[in-house]
């Protein structure tokens, strides 16, 4: 079973950068559609961006033009690269992907554990 490491999260000031990363367990997974979502204390999970197939990518009007969400499909990774950091963005991001063997067709969703983010002013 296909286990989500999240890491990259941690502390930056306003204005600063982070790039999350989420890697599947094993090399012979591999990531077909792959979301990003984040949680603020007290707060409801929301979506942040999601990255499909051939390229096409969507965001949350929120951080449209600040995040960009990317893959490195040799390492079976996806990427949350976060620019221009706001107080705002602080929470706990979760990837959330749909996986399969590369032998396979066969998709099932995972979630990460989850990775804390913390933008200070």
């Known amino acids: 079973q296909v286990q989500l490491v999240e890491s990259g999260g941690g502390l930056v000031q306003a204005g600063g950068s982070l790039r999350l990363s989420c890697v599947a367990s094993?090399?012979?997974?591999?990531?077909?559609?792959a979301s990003w979502y984040r949680q603020a204390p007290g707060q409801q999970r929301e979506w942040v961006a999601t990255s499909l197939l051939a390229g096409a990518s969507n965001y949350a009007e929120s951080v449209k033009g600040r995040f960009g969400i990317s893959r490195d499909n040799a390492e079976n990774i996806v990427y949350l690269s976060m620019n221009n950091l706001k107080p705002e963005d602080t929470g706990v991001y979760y990837c959330?992907?749909?996986?399969?063997?590369?032998?396979?067709?066969?998709?099932?969703?995972?979630w990460g554990q989850g990775t804390q983010v913390t933008v200070s002013s």
């Open positions: 959330k992907g749909s996986i399969r063997r590369r032998s396979s067709s066969r998709l099932q969703e995972y």
């Open positions: 094993e090399s012979i997974y591999t990531f077909n559609v």
